[in-house]
């Protein structure tokens, strides 16, 4: 049956964990946004159960795709077909939903990124140097220590009717500043509009330093739910901004077309899909340091089982090498790995 | 007698001079190994937190020199006429001495080729005094060192081994070619980098500044109003300038680190020239990370921007022309 086929994407963020099933026309089945919370494995094996329990048991997986900071691990779990960093993942999603879209503005957990796109093809991207500064996390962090919802961050700011100048150069500077403007008695939506403000120009001058944008653009990521931010950047521009249906898992969903994509070019090829019951067995990640010379690589192990899966971490690819093969032993996995090369 | 000499900034350009130097002289010189964590680590923690990663890593191979007579650390203001070496350059010695492990006396010499030959070797030989060395055996060790660098500019470093990983591949036509562009000091330090040139070579091929010849970069930098009085500036330049005019390089990286005053002016420079040519060209910013999960995103996402560009631009179009033809993005 054609229904139950689908293309798994996933987005594995420091912030949250996205997946999506895509049906073979393109039109979406479900959708997950989940918090990383620091475990990825479990957030992945969580979101992995959440899906089984929405589709018919008949379903096929028919292809995989990773992305996000962590799709290196997420691959090993799931055993991905396509393994794709986030822009791509970000510019395939966009302009599949509106192939005329020019610029991407994404604005994510602990990065964010610019994507210039002509005629449907990445032009010309960039993303946030050595400062996470203008980040989700920041947003976050901030309306925690104003003891707010992130949810109503921006309502708040909406309803600003002179937003308060706050320096955004650097979120520790962006911070003190806007104690200072609340010990003055400002009000709270207008230092929280002043803060969208200010991480819009920050991002503009980091990140869309020398970018020519221009329309139609799309505002994608979790800070995307953000309407004091989109309000900002629409001023800023002076051009509409278009917040796609689905602008917190496009990651994801760039992932699942691109595992699409592959299908499609190499029509006879399987999924190396490690099937749906994934949910139910154990994973473990180990992490110790090499003691082999003095550069003393941290190594982390992904354990399925007793039987190691992945290994990563090492400089001269020692360990990376000894995959494959039961854990206890990685002379032996070693000498076996060769012998089926 | 023995000199130890750190494996850091100056190493990667001027070595071979230095070796030939003391070779002739009969004095053993002795490099800090490779950087690695425990180098690096020494470095953060005891250089000025001010200045660059290339000055902390310097600070670290100083800390790692064990069993030496000397700790080599010359000023080198200037290697060529006209010029000058970083500023950072000409803080060395007295920048770096708290790193220096106690009981090690420091050896230095001013090096200054903008005052001319007769100078630097009178400079050298005063150097040599400390050393019990003559001024004739200075000066015979002096055309020694000169030949010996020659020979590594002439070989374009090939027969120096910097990197442990120095891997040529073969030339495939398919395959991207990129030209990987910054400070010697950085492209080489494979540690440092998280093995950028390692793993651009796996998946491209690769050109660096010191591919191009010295007569190309000096009619690449004709072009410019006024000259550019940094050495390691003036070549990247030339080499970046001839890059971008080379069809046959499908992008531009450049690699710079946190805080270097002279990248600020050169990176800038050559990202305006590359949106006029529609040259795919990134930059990256090194500092002190040792999670290569930002650079391998990065640089995927370069390669891949280059590749479906590629596969893009081979289509005829039947409009006659790209429609983005005015725009000035890359």
């Known amino acids: 049956m054609e229904e139950d086929k689908f293309f798994l994407g996933v987005d594995v963020g420091s912030v949250s964990t996205n997946m999506v099933l895509l049906r073979p026309d393109n039109t979406l089945k479900e959708a997950l946004y989940l918090r990383t919370q620091g475990r990825p494995m479990q957030t992945i094996q969580e979101g992995i159960k959440l899906l089984r329990s929405r589709i018919p048991n008949s379903s096929e997986i028919i292809g995989v795709g990773a992305t996000g900071s962590a799709r290196q691990l997420a691959a090993t779990l799931l055993g991905a077909d396509v393994v794709k960093n986030e822009i791509t993942a970000h510019a395939v999603a966009a302009s599949r939903v509106n192939p005329k879209v020019q610029t991407i503005l994404e604005i994510g957990g602990q990065d964010s990124k610019i994507i210039i796109l002509r005629d449907g093809v990445v032009s010309d991207f960039a993303m946030n140097t050595v400062c996470a500064a203008g980040t989700g996390s920041f947003l976050d962090q901030q309306a925690a220590r104003l003891g707010i919802p992130i949810e109503e961050f921006g309502p708040l700011a909406l309803q600003s009717k002179t937003p308060v100048q706050i320096a955004g150069r650097c979120s520790v500077f962006a911070e003190s500043d806007m104690i200072h403007k609340q010990q003055l008695g400002h009000s709270l939506p207008d230092i929280l509009a002043g803060l969208c403000q200010a991480m819009v120009r920050n991002y503009l001058n980091n990140v869309g330093k020398n970018k020519d944008i221009q329309g139609p653009i799309f505002f994608q990521g979790g800070v995307a739910a953000n309407p004091g931010i989109r309000k900002a950047f629409e001023e800023e521009l002076g051009q509409s901004i278009v917040v796609p249906e689905h602008y917190g898992v496009m990651g994801a969903l760039g992932a699942a077309f691109l595992a699409q994509e592959r299908l499609a070019k190499r029509p006879e090829s399987l999924t190396g899909f490690r099937g749906l019951k994934l949910s139910e067995t154990q994973f473990q990640a180990k992490s110790f340091e090499c003691s082999g010379c003095a550069n003393r690589c941290e190594i982390v192990e992904i354990i399925q089982e007793g039987i190691s899966l992945a290994r990563w971490g090492d400089r001269c690819g020692k360990w990376s090498l000894a995959v494959g093969t039961s854990n206890d032993n990685s002379l032996a996995g070693q000498q076996r790995g060769q012998r089926g090369a | ?330």
């Not at chain 2, 910013?285 to 081979?314: K, N, P, Q, W, Y």
């Open chain 2, 1 to 330: 007698m023995k000199i130890g000499f750190p494996r850091a900034l100056f190493y990667f350009d001027f070595f071979p001079f230095w070796a030939g130097f003391f070779h002739h002289l009969n004095i053993e010189v002795v490099t800090s190994p490779p950087t690695n964590r425990q180098i690096m680590d020494l470095g953060l923690k005891n250089a000025s937190d001010e200045t660059c990663l290339p000055l902390k890593l310097l600070s670290g191979h100083i800390q790692a020199l064990k069993a030496v007579d000397w700790v080599f650390l010359p000023r080198m203001v200037s290697v060529e006429a006209e010029t000058y070496t970083c500023p950072k350059f000409l803080g060395i010695p007295e920048s770096l001495l708290s790193s220096v492990p106690t009981g090690i006396p420091v050896l230095s010499v001013t090096l200054n080729w903008r005052k001319g030959q007769r100078l630097v070797l009178k400079d050298l030989q005063t150097m040599g005094e400390t050393l019990g060395k003559s001024k004739i055996e200075i000066k015979q060790a002096f055309y020694e060192g000169q030949k010996w660098q020659e020979k590594f500019q002439k070989t374009r470093g090939a027969e120096w081994n910097f990197a442990p990983t120095n891997l040529e591949w073969p030339p495939e036509p398919e395959r991207l070619k990129i030209a990987l562009v910054g400070h010697s000091y950085l492209i080489q330090e494979s540690y440092a980098n998280l093995n950028l040139l390692k793993k651009l070579r796996e998946k491209a091929r690769v050109e660096l500044v010191q591919h191009v010849d010295q007569i190309e970069i000096e009619t690449n930098l004709l072009e410019l109003r006024k000259k550019l009085f940094w050495s390691h500036s003036k070549q990247i330049y030339g080499a970046g300038n001839k890059f971008l005019a080379d069809p046959e390089i499908d992008g531009i990286i450049y690699l710079t680190c946190f805080g270097c005053g002279t990248d600020s002016i050169v990176q800038e420079l050559l990202s305006r020239k590359a949106r006029q040519r529609h040259k795919p060209y990134m930059v990256i910013t090194l500092d002190e990370h040792s999670g290569e999960a930002g650079l391998i995103t990065r640089l995927e996402a370069f390669l891949d921007m280059i590749e479906r560009r590629r596969v893009h631009e081979g289509y005829v179009s039947t409009h006659g022309e790209r429609l983005d033809c005015n725009s000035n993005t890359l």
